[in-house]
């Protein structure tokens, strides 16, 4: 069984600063897609940024950036130009192939608190 | 606009009760899951459904059923089995076809269920 660990349960950074998110997952499988999504205090899944296993460039969305280390099982966010809007929990998902169900395995989440 | 729509927003549930939980998507997806999360922790899998009339166990289904009778919806029933229904229930939907692996699965708004 696949397991997702997110070592910090809660982070503070001050606006327009950077914040790294770790995320460690355990899995024996080669074939895999992993996420982070956002849940704001309206209990919104919120997608952020994805990343397949084959691809050896890190994903990229806007202000959110992935360092995706296939042999160390590690995926961290990083958020920069932190907004007060970026408030919410972070959680990493580790999801198995079509032929797996399309499962997803959550961590238990990192609180991230922007300051003004 | 398409989207997945869960029902009611919040529900209280009087001992040896059974109660459903709807989930409704029209976005044409595939598989559809239920997700139970409790207060300040990661999602857990219930149940899943890759296509109708069929569906398969997640890693807490005891005390829950479903059924899959059409591919728009996926109904989650909490039974008096369920000694502990208090949770934030979400409902999750992924397009499949075409390999679809690296799609991820889109939420509805989610379920708050509580004991009276």
């Known amino acids: 069984a696949q397991t997702v660990t997110q070592s910090q349960p809660e982070m503070s950074v001050q606006e327009a600063e950077t914040v790294t998110l770790s995320c460690t997952y355990d899995?024996?499988?080669?074939?895999?897609?992993l996420f982070w999504y956002k849940q704001p205090p309206s209990r919104q899944m919120i997608l952020v940024i994805r990343?397949?296993?084959?691809?050896?460039q890190n994903a990229t969305e806007n202000r959110f950036s992935v360092n995706f280390q296939k042999a160390a099982k590690s995926f961290s966010l990083k958020i920069s130009d932190s907004q007060l809007g970026d408030t919410a929990m972070y959680f990493c998902?580790?999801?198995?192939?079509?032929?797996?169900?399309?499962?997803?395995?959550f961590g238990g989440g990192t609180r991230v608190l922007v300051k003004p | 606009d398409g989207g997945i729509t869960q029902s009611p927003k919040y529900l209280f549930r009087k001992e040896g009760q059974n109660v459903t939980l709807s989930c409704e998507q029209n976005?044409?997806?595939?598989?559809m899951y239920w997700y139970r999360q409790d207060p300040g922790q990661g999602l857990r899998l219930i149940y899943y459904?890759?296509?109708?009339?069929?569906?398969q166990k997640g890693d807490i289904a005891e005390g829950y059923s479903v059924s899959r009778e059409k591919k728009e919806s996926f109904p989650l029933t909490v039974t008096s089995a369920q000694k502990n229904p208090t949770a934030f229930y979400l409902c999750?939907?992924?397009?499949?076809?075409?390999?679809?692996?690296?799609?991820?699965?889109?939420f509805g708004d989610g379920t708050r269920l509580s004991i009276l």
């Open positions: 976005l044409n997806h595939d598989a």
């Open positions: 990343q397949e296993a084959y691809k050896q």
């Open positions: 459904s890759q296509i109708v009339n069929d569906f």
């Open positions: 899995t024996s499988e080669n074939n895999y897609y």
């Open positions: 999750a939907s992924i397009l499949t076809g075409g390999g679809g692996g690296n799609q991820p699965q889109h």
């Open positions: 998902a580790f999801m198995k192939t079509k032929a797996a169900g399309n499962k997803l395995t």
